[in-house]
């Protein structure tokens, strides 16, 4: 009974959403095995995985197609790699938010991937090889996403590899996108190119179109992730700042008159610099001006202590002396005079006192 209970116990500690899409993932992907098996000659079947001549007749192939891996090695990859990520990903976010998450990185990416493919079409009237020989399917372009959402959230975490290979979370996005960009230069465009559109988008909801629920200023739901360390430029060497610095700037203040980003509740600065937007990036905000607060304090502070060796200031109030020089000329007076000269003696050691104030 208590082995029973075991896979039970295991299967209802997974989040809702990691649990189902990855039985999904697993369903589907054994379906196109047996698809397969029971076919004559190898076939694409465009009703489960995206063909760019065929998916406008299958048009949910643009989200169902990321549950399909074609062979057994991409699918044990994919369960060792996504139902962990997503697991964190959406204790952290809950499940709405990973949800939108998913969608907009997998749906988002084959559109991309669609459009390009006939471009290319267009281009060279080859639609044997483009509309018809290239496929997209699997979740690469979702593997891709969630490691931009750990580099936002764990950028200094390191990772070990085999043992002995060390990585910083923040270097596997651009590892993963350089492999991509070898294997599609070598000729193998489906589905590895995948992989780069999967990074633009998912970096681009998570840095402007995500719902920050637990993360508010000033009691305004923000959206997205506006600090400086997940600005675009941050991702490439600063060699290439002074080029993707400026272009960027300009896309956004276009993005931003256009309304197709979300707005803020504070001050809008431009261009992908820490603005207002999120909790981290007004903590940044407010981090910069209390040290530049802090600079100017120190500094005047130095100046005051060089201008201490001037000359004392004739506003400085001089405290009276604690007791007064007897003066020896000065006769006693008379006993029945002794009230009217102790008040006429504290009136002139007042206009003493104000005088030196």
Not at 133 to 149: D, E, F
Not at 187 to 205: A, D, K, N, R
Not at 267 to 276: A, H, R
Request: glycine share 6%.
């Amino acid at each position: 009974m208590a082995i029973l209970q075991s896979p039970i116990t295991f299967m209802a500690s997974i989040p809702t959403v990691t649990r189902y899409f990855t039985l999904a993932t697993v369903t589907l992907s054994l379906v196109y095995a047996w698809l397969q098996w029971n076919s004559e000659g190898a076939k694409l079947f465009p009703y489960l995985v995206l063909v760019p001549g065929s998916s406008l007749f299958y048009p949910w192939t643009f989200i169902t197609s990321a549950l399909v891996e074609t062979t057994l090695w991409e699918l044990a990859i994919t369960v060792i790699t996504i139902p962990p990520t997503l697991k964190y990903l959406e204790r952290l976010w809950g499940s709405i938010e990973t949800l939108k998450f998913i969608i907009a990185t997998v749906c988002v990416s084959n559109i991309i991937a669609f459009g390009f493919n006939w471009i290319e079409f267009i281009g060279t009237s080859n639609a044997d090889l483009f509309l018809y020989g290239m496929n997209y399917h699997g979740q690469m372009s979702l593997q891709i996403g969630v490691l931009v959402a750990f580099t936002q959230l764990i950028p200094e975490h390191q990772v070990q590899f085999l043992g002995f290979l060390k990585m910083r979370v923040k270097s596997l996005p651009m590892t993963y996108l350089t492999l991509s960009t070898v294997m599609t230069i070598f000729g193998f465009q489906s589905p590895w190119i995948i992989i780069q559109f999967g990074w633009f988008v998912s970096w681009i909801y998570l840095r402007f179109y995500k719902k920050n629920s637990n993360d508010t200023v000033g009691g305004v739901e923000s959206y997205g992730d506006r600090s400086e360390t997940f600005s675009l430029v941050s991702w490439f060497p600063p060699f290439t700042h002074i080029v993707l610095g400026p272009g960027g700037n300009f896309v956004y203040k276009w993005a931003n008159t256009l309304h197709l980003i979300p707005s803020h509740g504070g001050d809008i600065e431009s261009g992908f610099s820490t603005i207002p937007g999120s909790a981290r990036a007004e903590a940044e905000r407010r981090r910069a001006m209390a040290l530049q607060a802090l600079d100017q304090r120190l500094a005047n502070t130095s100046s005051s202590s060089t201008q201490s060796t001037a000359p004392v200031s004739a506003h400085t109030p001089r405290p009276p002396p604690a007791v007064a020089s007897p003066r020896p000329e000065k006769v006693a007076p008379p006993i029945d005079h002794v009230a009217r000269t102790s008040s006429d003696s504290e009136s002139g050691d007042l206009g003493t006192t104000e005088a030196s104030k």
